[in-house]
């Protein structure tokens, strides 16, 4: 992520995550409703911690889809003898997201990183940014087809 043109900055916030275990079975990662800036929750890794059992360990994301209903979708299943930690290579979610252990009893630690867009001056005319990049297509090479 980067700005676009200077209308907007970004901040990165180290997200220190979150611990479900068999007491806490679920943490909701939520921003403001007020705040206009864009938020995007960058997942980087999903593990068992210190006491963990030899068992499968099934965390599952849940969210909204486009109708608003609530989907819970498998993300991880983590078992200490074999797979103890998984590499999410900054899984992209949009806030509000619900995380939740659907089995097993953890304790299961989810890090990341809290991306926010700041608005500088939401003035800025899209016209120019189109002209822009029509400009950058025209210069473009076509791409043709391989030769049998």
């Not at 200077?6 to 611990?19: A, I, K, M």
Request: charged residues 25%; glycine residues 6%.
């Amino acid at each position: 992520l980067g700005p676009r043109h200077g209308c907007c900055s970004f901040s990165d916030v180290l997200f220190p995550g979150c611990e479900l275990t068999a007491s806490t079975k679920s943490y909701t990662f939520q921003v403001d409703e007020e705040d206009d800036s864009d938020h995007i929750l960058a997942l980087s890794v999903v593990c068992l911690t210190d006491g963990a059992k030899d068992e499968c360990n099934v965390v599952e994301v849940v969210g909204r889809n486009h109708e608003n209903q609530e989907i819970a979708v498998p993300m991880a299943n983590l078992k200490l003898s074999c797979q103890p930690l998984l590499s999410l290579d900054n899984f992209k979610l949009q806030p509000p997201v619900t995380f939740r252990l659907a089995a097993g009893s953890g304790p299961v630690h989810l890090a990341g990183w809290h991306w926010i867009m700041h608005r500088e001056d939401a003035s800025f005319e899209e016209d120019d940014d189109l002209s822009e990049e029509e400009d950058v297509e025209e210069e473009l090479a076509p791409i043709m087809p391989a030769k049998k």
